[in-house]
Each structure stands twice: as C-alpha cells, then as structure tokens.
C-alpha cells in the first residue's frame, strides 16, 4: 500500500471449540515475518477448553472477545469487523494456517484500487492435497460477473481493505449459513478489482466438519439466494447462473445415487444450458462430463 509503510493489519479469527488446531492458528500468524498486526479473536461461545489455549499466549496484539450465545457465522464474523482497527483484515479460519510470509505478500500488493489480496491455498487432508488454483482459475481485476460465474475463493486466504469495506458498507448476511463468504465476495468485487499472488501462503484443513462439505443441498439453496438478489445483471445471464447451480445440484444427487431428484433438478435448468449438456453427454462418457462441470466442493467422499 503506497501510502502508508507499515499498515496495521487486523487478522481476525472465528472459532468454536476450536481447541484441537487454535494453537497451530494462532501461532501462524504471530510468526509472520510482517509484525504490524493485531488479532481479533471472535469465540462463538465454546464450551471446550478454546479460551483457555487461546489465554495462554502472552502477546499483547492478541484480542480476545467472546459471543453471550452461539450465533451464525456471518454474524460472527461482522462482531469480528466492528472489532479491527487496522486499514487492512483478513480472516483465518481456526483449523487454517499462513505461511510466514503470508502477511508481508498481501501488504505489498494493495493499492487504492484493489478491495481483495488473495494467494494460493493448499488444500489437504490425511488422504490427499493439492493447489487450488492448479484446478480452478485465479480471477484478477474488474472481475465481478466471472466471479459470479465461477466462484473459487478461499476466505482464509483473502486480505480486504478496510476503506473500501466501509465506504461502501460491505458486511456480512448473517442469515446466509453457508454463502455468506460468497455472497461477501460478490459484494467486494462489485466496487473493487481482485488482485492474485501465484504462491502457496494458505494451508486449509479439509474435515468433516467443515460446513459446506456437511451442508451441500444447503449451499445451493444459498447461492441460488445470493444470485436472485443481485440487481445488477441481465436477465440472461442470471438464467445461466441459476442453471449452472442447478446442474452442480444435479451432480450431487447422482453422486449420493438420487436418481430420482438429479432428474427433477435437470428439468429446471433452462434450454440453452439444457442443449449443451446434453450435446456433450451424447458425446462424451458422463465421467467427464462431470469433470467439466464440477461442484465448488473440491473434497467430497
């Protein structure tokens, strides 16, 4: 950022019953090789021992904030935003971690007019790891309809300007279970450009506890929402979007061998969608066509 050298950056945490990864988390970040950092701390009402880990670190920069009742995490993590003083936040998740550079990286490549810093993530689990954007496309600049089009952001992963979030009153919908990251996304990309740093500085630990792997008829019912509320695109292209989330639906019922509402979810795709699906099943084993059009799950059993 060129007009501040050393800008504070808030690093705010959600958790609950966070206490098998939280000293991993936390220790992440405070070995960053940026210092200029505080961390926001946002317990959603734990009931292990998550705050007893979290006070045993003696580091000022560590704040500490606890919800009087379990809320959704959207609204979690807007407690965490009226939280920061930094000009610069960012988000991990209590199970993620940052390389040590992570911080420094992000920094460097802000401007006035980037809204979003993101990089690379490794995705892992005891089975299995690779790079996110070795399958997906890292999106940059005025990107707004491509992200819509096709959503691959990792929240853990992603630095925000706090003057464009609050010049342009950018929060989070609490009432969005699982979307609320997208649905953030969207609404950041709208008023700013997207700017991507091609290196691994993300390690997201894929489990099963992770909310959309355990709520995928949920996410779609979500960004289908997401979707009908915005109010600045053509109609045409919001068909698309909705026959693109109703086809990954599909995908997911036949995964789980429901036959019967693949079919159902099918027959509500619109015809121009429709036609090139089906040109391409007639063409190609299904296997693939699957693989073409895949969900934004990346780990599924």
Known sequence: MKSIDKPLVSVIVNCFNSEEFILECINSVLNQSYSNFEIIIID?????????????????????FSTESFISLGEARNVGLSKVSGQIIGF?????????????????????????????????????????????????GLCYEKLLN???????????????????????????????????????????????IPKKL??????????TNNNRLLFFEETLSVIEKLSDIKDGFRRRLISQNNFSKAVYYW??????????????????????????????????????????????D
Not at 115 to 131: A, H, I, P, Q, W
Request: hydrophobic share 35%; net charge positive; aromatic share 16%.
């Open 255 to 300: 995964k789980i061998n429901n036959n019967k509402d693949a079919r159902k979810t099918l027959k509500e795709i619109n015809f121009s969608f429709k036609k090139t699906f089906y040109s391409l099943v007639f063409c190609i084993p299904i296997k693939y066509v699957l693989m073409i059009y895949k969900t934004n799950s990346l780990f599924e």
């Open 92 to 140: 991990l998740d209590s199970d993620d971690t940052w390389d040590n550079d992570k911080i420094k990286d992000s920094v460097n490549n802000f401007d006035s007019t980037v809204g979003l810093v993101y990089s690379d993530v490794l995705y892992f689990n005891e089975k299995t790891n690779f790079l996110l954007y070795s399958k997906r496309i890292a999106h940059e």
């Open 202 to 211: 993300v390690n997201y630990r894929v489990h099963k506890n992770n909310l």
């Open 44 to 64: 959603n009402h734990s009931f292990d021992n998550t705050a007893k880990l979290i006070f045993s670190f003696d580091d000022n920069r560590i704040k500490y």
């Open 150 to 196: 096709d959503y691959s952001l990792c929240l853990s992963s992603c630095f925000f300007s706090a003057k464009i979030i609050l010049q342009n009153n950018i929060f989070f919908d609490k009432n969005l279970k699982v979307c609320e990251d997208y649905d953030f996304f969207v609404k950041i990309s709208r008023v700013s450009k997207l700017k991507y």
